[in-house]
């Protein structure tokens, strides 16, 4: 079982910068402990970040027949972006949206998401635990049990 988790622009910066909102731990905290669980799990975590919306398609394509699932916060994208959308409807895996915040509790500008139109599940909220719960949850929903 193989998994992207593919974060979008600004997720870099995760660590630096309001706190508050997206806590203390780095991109790359999150990634280790993201393949940590994987192992744990039996599932290849690929894990990766762009700022720009072209290599975010370009990734999704690249999941086509061959990624079993796609976790992605695709950052500001989520709110604009009918390109990724377009890709996600493309992609026949197992998709989770995820958001560090809630965006639904936040500037009105975020309750919109082109994201949730494409995708099987939505974890929001839950801080950068949503990454692992994303994770932990992944191999019931490719594999149910009877
Ligand atoms: O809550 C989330 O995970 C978001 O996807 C994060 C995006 C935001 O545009 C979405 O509405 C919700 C922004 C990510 C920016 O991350 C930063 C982290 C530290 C410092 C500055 C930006």
Redesign the pocket.
């Known amino acids: 079982m193989k998994t992207f988790v593919i974060n979008?622009?600004?997720?870099n910066?995760?660590?630096?910068?309001?706190p508050e909102?997206?806590g203390s731990d780095t991109l790359e905290d999150i990634a280790k402990r993201c393949q940590k669980l994987g192992k744990q799990h039996g599932i290849e975590v690929e894990f990766r970040q762009s700022n720009h919306e072209g290599t975010i398609v370009d990734w999704i394509q690249e999941a086509i027949n061959k990624i079993d699932a796609i976790i992605l916060?695709?950052?500001?994208y989520?709110?604009t972006s009918v390109a990724i959308h377009d890709a996600l409807r493309a992609y026949s895996g197992y998709k989770i949206e995820?958001?560090?915040?809630n965006?639904h509790l936040?500037e009105t500008f975020?309750h919109i998401s082109y994201v949730s139109p494409a995708s099987d599940a939505v974890i929001?909220g839950l801080g950068v635990n949503g990454y692992e719960l994303a994770l932990d949850i992944l191999p019931d929903l490719l594999n149910p049990r009877k």
Not at 73 to 76: F, I, M, R, S, Y
């Open positions: 979008g622009p600004n997720l910066l995760l660590g630096t910068r309001e909102i997206y916060n695709a950052g500001a989520t709110h995820l958001h560090i915040s965006p936040r975020r929001a």
